[in-house]
């Protein structure tokens, strides 16, 4: 086995932009290197055991020795890049708990994610994004993450849990500076600082919630703090920011990044506005080629583990790669190429087992309704700049940092006469 960890070329615009080219060189391999899990250095400098095939994948993600946990990590860096004093705080929410906190957490707000709220807020969700299409549609030009794919989950989720329309742009900025957008750690003073901002921010809306409790989420939640005592304060603080962030983070990548992709492949883009009943193969498709997750997520051995043959140690950094596993040629036939009509929906990009994604139905229901608007509103869609020129964001989340476009100019729908 090669003993010196391959290193993901952050650094290189060219990975950043499009990191599959080398993603399918290290799954190829050469003779004499690694297998299927390999040693990695991926941002920040952090030391990970890579996993990449897809049914290895599948496995570690229902593997409970490979816990959700970061103070497991023997890696003393990972603890340091969470908020001084807040870092039991920001740990107490479900994405990083394991049984039995992650089953009694995840219990309080299943809920408000069944299929069928999802479908009661579909009218809504529509209702929001011609609104937000409306503002542009008279100028045939338009940057569709800030006017369309960023604040139109920010809206969702800001009105399924209670947060003010007022707040909105404070917390996604608090967001901005908490979540690791680059290739190296946030600076910890920035992080720390964001961080009691929010909660406090937080912790004041919650206290106005207790005197003033409404029909949402958040005011579920403090009742079951209250008077079920079914969380701890800490706990209650950690699942409203979870909720958050988590909440339309990777649906706007997952707006932004699905409609760069069909611009990059115009006859997807022309099938897909033929015929639009293959939008939600098209969402399941544009998920597996390039979701907003890449590329994975990070478990921690509890114990001692063996994956595919390799020895793992209790205490390292497991990164199961389900960017590169929606990419492998074992389980999906000619898997670099963007087939809306593949009519394959069990990738990973939602994950897989107890922490599968909460909110997997309502982001595939935004991404059905706001790329399906976009398609049928905005004739003669193109990029404004060379596709060269668009800004990924380099790690962690992926997707387009603006997109800049222009299109056939018409008539809002609050322009048009009924």
Same mark, same amino acid.
């Given at each position: 086995?090669?003993?010196?960890?391959?290193?993901?070329?952050? &650094?290189?615009?060219?990975?950043?932009?499009?990191?599959?080219?080398?993603?399918?060189?290290?799954?190829? !391999?050469?003779?004499?290197?690694?297998?299927?899990?390999?040693?990695?250095?991926?941002?920040?400098?952090?030391?990970?055991?890579?996993?990449?095939?897809?049914?290895?994948?599948?496995?570690?993600?229902?593997?409970?020795?490979?816990?959700?946990?970061?103070?497991?990590?023997?890696?003393?860096?990972?603890?340091?890049?969470?908020?001084?004093?807040?870092?039991?705080?920001?740990?107490?929410?479900?994405?990083?708990?394991?049984?039995?906190?992650?089953?009694?957490?995840?219990?309080?707000?299943?809920?408000?994610?069944?299929?069928?709220?999802?479908?009661?807020?579909?009218?809504?969700?529509?209702?929001?994004?011609?609104?937000?299409?409306?503002?542009?549609?008279?100028?045939?030009?338009?940057?569709?993450?800030?006017?369309?794919?960023?604040?139109?989950?920010?809206?969702?989720?800001?009105?399924?849990?209670?947060?003010?329309?007022?707040?909105?742009?404070?917390?996604?900025?608090?967001?901005?500076?908490?979540?690791?957008? !680059?290739?190296?750690?946030?600076?910890?003073?920035?992080?720390?600082?964001?961080?009691?901002?929010?909660?406090?921010?937080?912790?004041?809306?919650?206290?106005?919630?207790?005197?003033?409790?409404?029909?949402?989420?958040?005011?579920?939640?403090?009742?079951?703090?209250?008077?079920?005592?079914?969380?701890?304060?800490?706990?209650?603080?950690?699942?409203?920011?979870?909720?958050?962030?988590? &909440?339309?983070?990777?649906?706007?990548?997952?707006?932004?990044?699905?409609?760069?992709?069909?611009?990059?492949?115009?006859?997807?883009?022309?099938?897909?506005?033929?015929?639009?009943?293959?939008?939600?193969?098209?969402?399941?498709?544009?998920?597996?080629?390039? !979701?907003?997750?890449?590329?994975?997520?990070?478990?921690?051995?509890?114990?001692?583990?063996?994956?595919?043959?390799?020895?793992?140690?209790?205490?390292?950094?497991?990164?199961?790669?389900?960017?590169?596993?929606?990419?492998?040629?074992?389980?999906?036939?000619?898997?670099?190429?963007?087939?809306?009509?593949?009519?394959?929906?069990?990738?990973?990009?939602?994950?897989?087992?107890?922490?599968?994604?909460?909110?997997?139905?309502?982001?595939?229901?935004?991404?059905?309704?706001?790329?399906?608007?976009?398609?049928?509103?905005?004739?003669?869609?193109?990029?404004?700049?060379?596709?060269?020129?668009?800004?990924?964001?380099?790690?962690?989340?992926?997707?387009?940092?603006?997109?800049?476009?222009?299109?056939?100019?018409?008539?809002?729908?609050?322009?048009?006469?009924?």
């Amino acid at each position: 086995m090669t003993q010196q960890p391959i290193v993901l070329p952050y &650094g290189d615009p060219a990975f950043v932009a499009d990191p599959f080219p080398f993603y399918r060189m290290l799954c190829q !391999g050469q003779p004499g290197e690694d297998g299927p899990v390999r040693r990695a250095v991926i941002a920040g400098g952090l030391e990970v055991w890579l996993v990449t095939p897809f049914e290895e994948c599948l496995a570690a993600l229902s593997d409970p020795r490979l816990s959700s946990d970061v103070r497991l990590a023997t890696d003393p860096r990972l603890m340091r890049q969470l908020p001084v004093a807040e870092r039991e705080s920001v740990l107490g929410n479900m994405l990083r708990a394991d049984p039995p906190d992650h089953t009694r957490l995840r219990r309080l707000v299943s809920r408000a994610f069944t299929a069928r709220r999802v479908a009661e807020l579909r009218p809504h969700v529509q209702e929001i994004a011609d609104r937000l299409l409306d503002a542009v549609v008279p100028t045939g030009r338009a940057d569709l993450i800030e006017d369309f794919a960023l604040p139109l989950p920010v809206t969702v989720i800001s009105e399924l849990l209670g947060v003010p329309t007022d707040d909105r742009r404070a917390f996604q900025r608090w967001v901005d500076h908490l979540l690791p957008w !680059g290739a190296e750690p946030q600076d910890p003073a920035v992080v720390e600082r964001a961080w009691r901002q929010m909660r406090a921010y937080l912790t004041g809306l919650l206290a106005t919630k207790r005197v003033r409790p409404g029909e949402d989420l958040l005011s579920a939640l403090i009742e079951a703090r209250d008077e079920q005592r079914r969380l701890t304060e800490d706990e209650l603080v950690s699942m409203a920011f979870l909720l958050l962030a988590a &909440g339309y983070i990777t649906t706007v990548n997952l707006i932004g990044g699905g409609i760069a992709a069909l611009l990059a492949h115009p006859d997807q883009l022309r099938t897909l506005r033929d015929d639009p009943a293959l939008l939600p193969d098209a969402i399941e498709e544009l998920l597996r080629y390039d !979701g907003p997750v890449n590329p994975g997520v990070a478990r921690f051995a509890s114990e001692d583990v063996s994956i595919a043959g390799v020895d793992i140690p209790r205490g390292a950094t497991v990164l199961v790669g389900s960017a590169l596993a929606d990419r492998d040629p074992e389980r999906f036939p000619d898997p670099d190429r963007l087939d809306i009509s593949r009519g394959d929906s069990a990738h990973l990009a939602f994950g897989h087992g107890i922490h599968y994604c909460l909110g997997a139905s309502l982001a595939r229901m935004e991404g059905e309704v706001a790329i399906g608007t976009v398609l049928r509103r905005l004739p003669q869609l193109a990029l404004s700049v060379a596709p060269g020129e668009l800004r990924w964001r380099p790690t962690g989340l992926r997707g387009p940092e603006r997109l800049p476009v222009t299109f056939t100019p018409g008539a809002s729908l609050a322009a048009v006469p009924s």
